[in-house]
């Protein structure tokens, strides 16, 4: 009696235990996990967090550059011993001997030298700035419109795994279904009323369909393992989806929908972007024909044995303007492509935008048309089954063949296999409109 307890207390555990190791996974949480863990996110965040980090490398070229520098400089060069001498503090009167000065004798150098420079008028530090801002802005837009473009994806796979596993349970009612006739078909036949013909007929038609439900449930498999592989889940992970009303409502659409569509876009944001960056390159390319001007200060040591002392020591400051005179045109043609790329840049924003309209004009066409489908094949479905029910009636009355009844059947397993189908499209074409208005991710974590 004891060890049947256990053994049901046992059972009982292991049951929950299983259950609780299946994950349910409704469509909202399939998004936000593909939203976190899947790759192309991720790589999209670090170039997104590259980008930033470029801003603060274009901001650190208004800060002064210091720098630190210990050489050994040996040579018996004329100029380079008598400088040498100079820096240490050691030159004498007989370094002025015609023999000495002629041909001196090798001499070494330790110099310690702290050196700063620092940019005080440098035109093309601005304009590098905003395109380092830009670039920032635009790596920011593209992970935007990656996790845009990875949640509709998710989207698109969860349905096709709901349509799967829809497609799997009419194929096994198509199994059953078949299975019925040719137990019919054997039935009249070991009556001596039907025709052996009729039952291999029948049995024929249960292989096929048989051949479609090892395909619907191979379907399935590999939906559901597509599914795993983009929200990021471990191999080992099993699921369980929890379905979603295919109805997914929509606004209708006017000029206020379009135009939201024009400013929520990714493209038309990044076409922005893009014109405003061409507009710094062309200040960046015009910053080139100004002077710059910069200021220098250095503090060294001079040493003949030891390095990191001092024989002598000395310090310089000034300040300094280069102004670039003639460089063989390459200014002008810098500007000139600087004035290309900007009117490229214009041209693709009214590309994208016509794109954008065509786009989100097509994708309301589409849904009408996946609506007025998925009424249809609705209609079509009930008239299949009720010509499969009556022509089984008369099939068992001797009224009909089995090929009119097999006919029937297929004609009915083609329409439970096309409203899934249908069901699916008209549910995936409602959440392209939202993934033409640029709002997919908002609309549907909502």
């Not at 899947?38 to 590259?50: D, E, L």
């Not at 901001?59 to 040579?75: D, G, H, I, Q």
């Not at 420079?117 to 802005?137: G, H, I, N, T």
């Not at 929908?257 to 990044?270: G, S, T, W």
Request: charged letters at 25%; proline letters at 2%.
């Amino acid at each position: 009696m004891y060890r049947l307890l256990i053994m049901i207390v046992v059972l009982q555990f292991s049951v929950a235990a299983a259950a609780a190791e299946t994950l349910k996974l409704s469509l909202r949480n399939a998004m936000s996990m593909a939203l976190e863990n899947n790759s192309q996110i991720k790589a999209a965040r670090f170039n997104s967090q590259s980008s930033r980090l470029g801003v603060d490398s274009a901001n650190s070229r208004y800060l002064p550059a210091v720098t630190f520098e210990e050489t050994l400089v040996a040579s018996n060069s004329p100029i380079n011993t008598f400088m040498m001498k100079l820096d240490e503090g050691r030159f004498t009167n007989n370094d002025f001997l015609i023999h000495n000065l002629n041909s001196p004798s090798a001499q070494h150098d330790f110099k310690t030298a702290l050196s700063i420079q620092q940019p005080l008028f440098v035109p093309s530090l601005a304009p590098m700035k905003e395109l380092a801002v830009k670039d920032a802005q635009k790596s920011e837009l593209e992970l935007e419109a990656i996790r845009q473009g990875i949640a509709f994806q998710v989207f698109h796979v969860y349905l096709e795994v709901q349509k799967s596993d829809a497609q799997l349970k009419a194929a096994d009612k198509a199994v059953a279904d078949a299975r019925e006739n040719m137990r019919l078909a054997t039935v009249r036949t070991t009556e001596g009323v039907g025709l052996r013909s009729d039952e291999l007929r029948s049995r024929t038609h249960l292989s096929s369909v048989e051949q479609q439900l090892i395909s619907a449930s191979n379907n399935l498999t590999l939906a559901r393992f597509k599914l795993a592989l983009l929200i990021g889940l471990p191999e080992e992970t099993t699921y369980e989806i929890s379905g979603f009303e295919e109805r997914i409502t929509v606004p209708v659409i006017s000029d206020q929908v379009i135009k939201d569509a024009l400013e929520n876009r990714v493209e038309i944001r990044q076409s922005h972007v893009d014109i405003e960056k061409s507009d710094s390159a062309l200040r960046l390319a015009r910053s080139e024909y100004l002077p710059t001007v910069g200021a220098f200060a250095s503090y060294q040591l001079n040493a003949k044995d030891v390095p990191f002392t001092s024989d002598n020591d000395a310090w310089t400051v000034g300040v300094s303007l280069k102004w670039n005179l003639f460089d063989g045109f390459r200014r002008g043609s810098e500007r000139k492509r600087a004035l290309s790329g900007q009117s490229a840049a214009r041209e693709m924003l009214v590309s994208a935008t016509q794109d954008i309209k065509y786009q989100l004009r097509e994708s309301y066409v589409r849904r009408e048309e996946a609506g007025k489908r998925l009424e249809v094949t609705r209609h079509a479905l009930l008239d299949a089954e009720e010509t499969v029910r009556l022509l089984t009636k008369r099939y068992e009355n001797s009224l009909a063949t089995m090929v009119e009844l097999l006919d029937a059947q297929t004609a009915l397993n083609q329409t439970r296999a096309g409203l899934v189908e249908t069901e699916a499209g008209y549910a995936l074409a409602g959440g392209r409109v939202y993934y033409m208005t640029g709002t997919f991710v908002k609309e549907m974590l909502k």
